[in-house]
């Protein structure tokens, strides 16, 4: 499985952007539970936000509830993570992470996940 991301940017704080992350596979798509991560400069990798394939069920980091939104579109094997009021504090390379369906996941974990996407880089300046 490969995981294309895009959509990062420079914006200023207070602004909007989405990401997309688009999953495929040289053989029949099986279904991926799917989330996303990210890196600031000098930080360790944090969880965003994660997705469940079955039931669309969302997590979120608590700091960045009530400001981004994850959404999927199985047809399209796509995942989006749309952030609003965005703070300076967001700025890093942002991470899609999809792994195979389990019935003990922890999303917020990066070791619970099977295949990683490339980063898209978000800068929210002041």
């Known amino acids: 499985v490969q995981l294309q991301a895009s959509g990062g940017g420079m914006v200023q704080a207070g602004a909007s952007l989405r990401l997309s992350c688009t999953a495929s596979?040289?053989?029949?798509?099986?279904?991926?539970?799917m989330g996303w991560f990210r890196q600031a400069p000098g930080k360790e990798r944090e969880f965003v936000a994660a997705i469940r394939y079955s039931d669309g069920n969302t997590d979120y980091a608590d700091s960045v509830k009530g400001r981004f939104t994850i959404s999927r579109d199985n047809a399209k094997n796509t995942v989006y993570l749309r952030m609003n009021s965005l703070k300076p504090e967001d700025t890093a390379d942002y991470y899609c992470?999809?792994?195979?369906?389990?019935?003990?996941?922890?999303?917020?974990?990066?070791?619970?996940?099977?295949?990683w996407g490339q980063g898209t880089q978000v800068t929210v300046s002041s």
């Open positions: 596979s040289g053989r029949t798509f099986a279904p991926l539970d």
């Open positions: 992470a999809a792994t195979a369906p389990r019935l003990a996941w922890s999303p917020k974990t990066d070791h619970d996940y099977d295949y």
